[in-house]
């Protein structure tokens, strides 16, 4: 339990620290930039396994379209990058960016949406509510609570994150 608690810390202060921090992570490492953590999949069940700093990054298929995401219990929605945003046919104006969201540096704005589709191997949740930040505001989409909270159980086991619709 220690583990999990801490685990979820770390994620928690990455969705604080930036997305300078978020985009060292996504372009250090060991792996190549194009692969997606090791994941195994069986029925509705997801295990994914730490990054080499600890954090769990994944590929979703969203909207039916591949976007790499990192699984955040901090972040309330899925908050999709601008270039994420894009790649999977939203692309909000100018004018959309008025829902307000507290980051490190202050208050941003960004545009609210909803997804028809979120997958993660075997789980598939429809009409769950994100965000789009503003282009540069955000280094990697982040997998949030409106996503998780709709799982049966998302828990730490043998220090991998288990994902069980």
């Known amino acids: 339990m220690t583990r999990f608690i801490f685990i ?3 994620v928690a202060v990455l969705a604080v620290v930036g ?13 190549k930039s194009e692969e997606i953590t090791a994941r195994a999949y069986t029925g509705r069940r997801v295990v994914l396994k730490p990054e080499r700093g600890g954090h769990f990054l994944t590929e979703a298929r969203i909207n039916n379209r591949a976007v790499k ?3 955040d219990t901090g972040a309330t929605v899925i908050a999709l ?16 960016y008025t829902y307000p969201v507290r980051t490190a540096n202050g208050t941003a704005y960004a545009a609210r949406i909803e ?7 075997a789980i598939k949740v429809r009409n769950v509510p ?36």
């Open 81 to 96: 990058t601008a270039e994420d945003a894009r790649k999977i046919g939203v692309r909000p104006k100018r004018g959309d």
């Open 130 to 165: 994100a965000l789009v930040s503003q282009p540069g505001s955000l280094g990697v989409t982040l997998l949030g609570m409106a996503f998780l909270k709709r799982l049966k159980s998302v828990a730490m086991a043998d220090g991998q994150l288990v994902l069980v619709q």
């Open 115 to 121: 997804l028809k589709e979120v997958r993660i191997g």
């Open 8 to 10: 979820l810390a770390i």
């Open 19 to 31: 997305p300078e921090f978020s985009e060292q992570l996504l372009t250090t490492g060991d792996h």
């Open 69 to 71: 995401v990192l699984v």
